[in-house]
């Protein structure tokens, strides 16, 4: 089993300097693509092997890098930002990738920018990941060192700035669009699409935000092709991606492993089953903001469509296991919690609803709730879903709760009919 993204990460021992890095065969990608490859054929590479966006929505990478303007009197300068914004509860993959090999993080930026032909780029990174900040900082310095980065890299003609922006710690300077306005210092709140960033980004400019994950994919393709990248995966979706399991597991973990291994593979192999005494009763698949399934879709292929055939999302493929012993209402209730600290507050229906979603879930996990409480959840499910809200924050606040009315109903009607918790 090949393992490109981690094959040299060796978590608690010090990420490879430049030289290191380069004897393992980094920046050979740079090296190729800006000596023998056009941009379109950089990009044409990048669609055609299948590599979708692992910051959660599972878009074509290479398709969305074709939206931008390449003719000669496309907008200058072009802006290519990684996305380290990382707070999605139960998510901590890119910060492993981050860490233990951030070369290979600024190769594939060097490499995306080269595609679209960008100038300039950022990496916006989650303030609290200060160890990443210190090596990427070291890195890029030594990149710029080296002649990777700065003007006319390699001879090519090609020039790259690169930047590390370090947020203050919201969760929603992770969508893209407040990323933007955030890098800007102005107010992280999302801006209306479209214009697609592709197209109107930062500072007015055509920009791609791409995830850690998928830039750190762009290396690899590039060295090996698009049949080996297709090769790694067990399913539709190529490559392979990292999955995270936390959890009353006995390994809880991050792993490399083909895209498409099943739920079960992966907390019964790679997280060494559930702790003693305790079962499983629910699973987020892709972080806080996905729906939960359960112990009967355990056989599931962990990739983009299978997930979201069974009802969820693969999101950032780092799930989250509920046992048995966890009571899902004060479960959720944690979730919303957290949702509605996050809210922007820039449209209604998240900045007032989150907060009474929060207030009633409260309230049930306390004993006090009524049904009329669980039909006012489940129409909120509706009033905070898809269409209804300027971002995806607040649809994908809604998943866990709506799942979780579904599956979990006799432990909120238990609530209210024993006036506390059964889980106490
Ligand atoms: C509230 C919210 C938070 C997000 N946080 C992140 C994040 O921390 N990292 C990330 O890559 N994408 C995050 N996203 C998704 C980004 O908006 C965007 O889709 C992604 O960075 C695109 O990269 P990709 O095409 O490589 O997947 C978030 C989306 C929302 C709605
Ligand atoms: S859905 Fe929530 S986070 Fe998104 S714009 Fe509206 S208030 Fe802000």
């Not at 090296?31 to 299948?50: H, N």
Request: net charge negative; proline share 6%; aromatic share 10%.
């Amino acid at each position: 089993m090949e393992h490109p993204l981690t094959q040299y990460i060796h978590p608690g021992c010090p990420p490879f300097d430049i030289r290191e890095y380069e004897m393992t065969g980094g920046y050979a990608a740079v090296r190729k693509a800006l000596g023998s490859m056009t941009p379109k054929e950089v990009q044409t590479l990048v669609k055609d092997s299948g590599l979708k966006g692992r910051g959660g929505a599972g878009f074509s990478t290479g398709i969305k890098w074709g939206v931008v303007p390449m003719d000669e009197h496309a907008p200058h300068p072009k802006y290519l930002i990684a996305n380290a914004d990382e707070m999605e509860p139960g998510t901590f993959k890119d910060r492993l990738l981050l860490e233990g090999n951030p070369h290979q993080l600024i190769e594939g930026m060097i490499l995306a920018a080269y595609a679209i032909q960008a100038g300039v780029s950022f990496i916006f990174l989650r303030w609290a990941y200060k160890k990443a900040a210190q090596l990427l900082r070291r890195s890029i310095h030594e990149a710029y060192v080296a002649g990777f980065l700065g003007k006319n890299i390699l001879g090519s003609g090609f020039s790259l700035e690169m930047y590390l922006h370090t947020g203050v710690g919201r969760y929603m300077c992770g969508e893209e669009t407040a990323l933007l306005n955030a890098l800007e210092g102005k107010r992280a709140t999302p801006r209306a699409k479209p214009p697609y960033p592709q197209i109107s980004g930062l500072y007015g400019k055509p920009t791609i935000v791409n995830n850690v994950e998928t830039l750190c994919n762009i290396p690899h393709i590039v060295n090996n092709g698009v049949e080996w990248f297709k090769g790694l995966s067990y399913s539709e979706d190529s490559g392979t991606k990292l999955y995270g399991v936390s959890g009353k597991v006995n390994n809880p973990g991050c792993w490399e492993l083909p895209m498409g291994v099943t739920i079960r593979e992966l907390i019964e192999e790679y997280a060494g089953g559930m702790k003693n005494g305790y079962q499983l009763k629910g699973v987020l698949p892709g972080g806080a903001s996905t729906d939960f399934l359960t112990a009967e879709h355990l056989d599931i292929k962990m990739d983009f469509t299978d997930v979201q055939k069974a009802g969820s999302r693969l999101g950032t493929g780092t799930m989250v296991v509920m046992d048995d012993a966890t009571c899902p209402v004060g479960f959720v209730h944690n979730l919303q919690h957290f949702f509605a600290q996050e809210s922007c507050g820039w449209c209604t229906p998240c900045r007032e609803g989150l907060p009474w979603v929060e207030k009633m879930l409260l309230s049930l996990e306390q004993g006090t709730g009524t049904a009329e409480d669980m039909e006012l959840l489940e129409m909120h499910t509706h009033m905070l879903g898809p269409g209804n809200t300027f971002c995806a924050l607040a649809p994908g606040a809604m998943e866990p709760l709506q799942s979780a009315l579904k599956y979990f109903k006799d432990d909120f009607e238990k609530h209210i009919s024993l006036h506390k918790c059964p889980y106490e």
